[in-house]
């Protein structure tokens, strides 16, 4: 091993060299002059008595740790086309991150990205093509990804965790993963090129839920000024467990699979551990430490971050069948659902999701499956910031739909929108490495336009710029809503009362709990 004193900073190297605060680091150059490390250790390994623990700083290193590689993701079952992971397989040691710099040298200060992968809380990982920070890097974004834990390992809660833990919280060990990263960009970014002061953090799906749990969380407070959020949050049907009942299920948990103690869990290997769990479902939680009360509550007070937003959603999350299933998409089936789910409250939700026919369902019921799934959520999240503390607030809805590859997309069902998770690529700049859809100069015109909004408000809080169409906030007179297709355009809110009437639901059902 090579001795530190002759090492020179340096980020203009072919093998560019840095130091953090666990010791050197080794990264890569590629042909556009960005800088990529990957495999970065941001925490201890979270392993053995360190299983279901916060995350704990990383231990220093002699020499020089060569990150030219991605590191391990986190153990996960679930897998799906669109996940194309560039990882060194899977192990319960993923907490590492990947970091892609256009800087010269240290202490540049460019506006930083930190991105949080989606994956339902039981898969992804921040090697996934789509996330990669090349493209970022050339806009002169310095682009972190990160992994944190999954599943059973990053969710787990049980009282013996409660009664071991300092704060008296268990659960959320994923959440608290992503803000141990936070703190280690905060302390380190600079050698980089970074700006620890511009930061703004962003996520797709459990990603988005996940910026909207940092931004409700007081530990996070001071970590990043801005937030991108696609597809997500923790406010509306998807608020948290309390850590009681989080706690319950962990017990059903241990006792489903014949096992007594916390201790006895800690000794299961990882792979079998993480087969164990697939029947079982382990909740966010209000854990009392990282979420002390019920995100929407820190909302709704204007106790979250003081921070401008940029949010919004996709215009075909999922489609009709995610509502009917496998029963067609008639009118009679359609309202038969409808009033099976709602109740009392069917003819209001029938007004508002219309289907005077059998032609009309296949709209309708995507809508109503699209806003149960995700749309309501994310409007509850942007509502409630805009209403709030008066920082900008800006809402997008992506409509480009892009045409699948036959042969790995064909499922005979057709697409009335952009479906969930489809526009990260456009975002981050990433269309080339995904192989599933046929990419025109349509799509590579909307990619131009998205990456230009994000790139702008990573820099500024505001997406405005030269070249692109005007993206007004929410807070005017008629809260406008970004369109993102070939014709980009801001139009008047024209969806509201669909979302107020399930926000109205919604709290009658958490009223009678």
Same mark, same amino acid.
């Given at each position: 091993?090579?001795?530190?004193?002759?090492?020179?900073?340096?980020?203009?190297?072919?093998?560019?060299?840095?130091?953090?605060?666990?010791?050197?680091?080794?990264?890569?150059?590629?042909?556009?002059?960005?800088?990529?490390?990957?495999?970065?250790?941001?925490?201890?390994?979270?392993?053995?008595?360190?299983?279901?623990?916060?995350?704990?700083?990383?231990?220093?290193?002699?020499?020089?740790?060569?990150?030219?590689?991605?590191?391990?993701?986190?153990?996960?079952?679930?897998?799906?086309?669109?996940?194309?992971?560039?990882?060194?397989?899977?192990?319960?040691?993923?907490?590492?991150?990947?970091?892609?710099?256009?800087?010269?040298?240290?202490?540049?200060?460019?506006?930083?990205?930190?991105?949080?992968?989606?994956?339902?809380?039981?898969?992804?990982?921040?090697?996934?093509?789509?996330?990669?920070?090349?493209?970022?890097?050339?806009?002169?974004?310095?682009?972190?990804?990160?992994?944190?834990?999954?599943?059973? $390992?990053? *969710?787990?809660?049980?009282?013996? %965790?409660?009664? !071991? @833990?300092?704060?008296?919280?268990?659960?959320?060990?994923?959440? =608290?993963?992503?803000?141990?990263?936070?703190?280690?960009?905060?302390?380190?970014?600079?050698?980089?090129?970074?700006?620890?002061?511009?930061?703004?953090?962003?996520?797709?799906?459990?990603?988005?839920?996940?910026?909207?749990?940092?931004?409700?969380?007081?530990?996070?407070?001071?970590?990043?000024?801005?937030?991108?959020?696609?597809?997500?949050?923790?406010?509306?049907?998807?608020?948290?467990?309390?850590?009681?009942?989080?706690?319950?299920?962990?017990?059903?948990?241990?006792?489903?699979?014949?096992?007594?103690?916390?201790?006895?869990?800690?000794?299961?290997?990882?792979?079998?551990?993480?087969?164990?769990?697939?029947?079982?479902? $382990?909740? *966010?939680?209000?854990?009392?430490? %990282?979420?002390? !009360? @019920?995100?929407?509550?820190?909302?709704?007070?204007?106790?979250? =971050?003081?921070?401008?937003?940029?949010?919004?959603?996709?215009?075909?999350?999922?489609?009709?069948?995610?509502?009917?299933?496998?029963?067609?998409?008639?009118?009679?089936?359609?309202?038969?659902?409808?009033?099976?789910?709602?109740?009392?409250?069917?003819?209001?939700?029938?007004?508002?999701?219309?289907?005077?026919?059998?032609?009309?369902?296949?709209?309708?019921?995507?809508?109503?499956?699209?806003?149960?799934?995700?749309?309501?959520?994310?409007?509850?999240?942007?509502?409630?910031?805009?209403?709030?503390?008066?920082?900008?607030?800006?809402?997008?809805?992506?409509?480009?739909?892009?045409?699948?590859?036959?042969?790995?997309?064909?499922?005979?069902?057709?697409?009335?929108?952009?479906?969930?998770?489809?526009?990260?690529?456009?975002?981050?700049?990433?269309?080339?490495?995904?192989?599933?859809?046929?990419?025109?100069?349509?799509?590579?015109?909307?990619?131009?336009?998205?990456?230009?909004?994000?790139?702008?408000?990573?820099?500024?809080?505001?997406?405005?710029?030269?070249?692109?169409?005007?993206?007004?906030?929410?807070?005017?007179?008629?809260?406008?809503?970004?369109?993102?297709?070939?014709?980009?355009?801001?139009?008047?809110?024209?969806?509201?009362?669909?979302?107020?009437?399930?926000?109205?639901?919604?709290?009658?059902?958490?009223?009678?709990?």
């Amino acid at each position: 091993m090579l001795s530190l004193s002759i090492h020179a900073q340096s980020l203009n190297s072919s093998r560019p060299q840095v130091k953090i605060g666990g010791g050197w680091v080794q990264g890569s150059r590629d042909t556009n002059n960005v800088k990529s490390f990957k495999g970065i250790p941001y925490a201890q390994p979270p392993i053995g008595a360190l299983r279901w623990r916060e995350p704990q700083p990383v231990e220093s290193w002699s020499g020089v740790k060569v990150t030219d590689r991605f590191s391990a993701k986190p153990p996960q079952t679930a897998n799906y086309p669109d996940m194309v992971s560039r990882s060194a397989g899977q192990s319960e040691d993923c907490l590492y991150l990947n970091i892609w710099t256009p800087a010269s040298r240290s202490g540049e200060k460019l506006p930083v990205l930190v991105y949080f992968y989606g994956g339902g809380f039981v898969s992804g990982d921040g090697s996934e093509n789509r996330y990669d920070g090349s493209s970022m890097a050339r806009k002169g974004v310095v682009t972190v990804t990160l992994n944190y834990r999954l599943g059973v $390992f990053g *969710l787990f809660s049980h009282p013996e %965790l409660t009664k !071991e @833990s300092v704060h008296h919280s268990s659960g959320n060990y994923g959440l =608290m993963d992503q803000h141990a990263a936070l703190v280690w960009v905060k302390n380190n970014i600079a050698a980089f090129g970074g700006d620890p002061q511009k930061v703004t953090i962003g996520g797709e799906s459990a990603g988005s839920m996940s910026i909207s749990a940092q931004m409700a969380s007081p530990l996070s407070k001071g970590l990043f000024r801005g937030a991108i959020g696609e597809s997500g949050s923790i406010l509306g049907t998807a608020s948290p467990a309390p850590l009681n009942q989080a706690e319950q299920a962990g017990i059903r948990f241990l006792n489903g699979i014949g096992k007594r103690t916390i201790e006895e869990l800690r000794r299961i290997p990882a792979d079998e551990l993480l087969n164990l769990s697939q029947p079982y479902h $382990f909740p *966010l939680t209000v854990d009392g430490y %990282l979420l002390p !009360e @019920s995100p929407e509550l820190i909302f709704a007070t204007g106790r979250q =971050m003081d921070i401008p937003l940029l949010a919004g959603w996709n215009s075909a999350e999922v489609d009709y069948r995610s509502l009917l299933g496998t029963d067609a998409p008639t009118i009679n089936n359609y309202q038969q659902k409808v009033r099976q789910l709602y109740g009392r409250h069917a003819d209001d939700v029938l007004k508002a999701y219309v289907a005077r026919s059998d032609s009309d369902v296949l709209r309708a019921a995507t809508d109503l499956a699209s806003d149960r799934f995700i749309v309501f959520n994310t409007w509850k999240w942007i509502d409630l910031h805009g209403k709030t503390n008066g920082y900008p607030v800006y809402r997008y809805l992506f409509a480009r739909q892009p045409e699948p590859v036959v042969l790995s997309q064909g499922n005979g069902v057709t697409a009335l929108g952009a479906k969930h998770a489809v526009e990260i690529d456009y975002g981050l700049g990433n269309l080339a490495s995904n192989h599933l859809y046929q990419w025109t100069p349509g799509d590579l015109q909307v990619s131009a336009i998205m990456q230009g909004y994000l790139v702008n408000f990573i820099k500024s809080g505001d997406p405005n710029g030269p070249g692109l169409p005007k993206w007004y906030g929410m807070q005017s007179s008629i809260p406008k809503v970004q369109i993102l297709d070939v014709n980009t355009k801001s139009e008047p809110e024209k969806n509201l009362r669909r979302y107020l009437l399930l926000d109205k639901i919604n709290a009658e059902v958490g009223r009678s709990r």
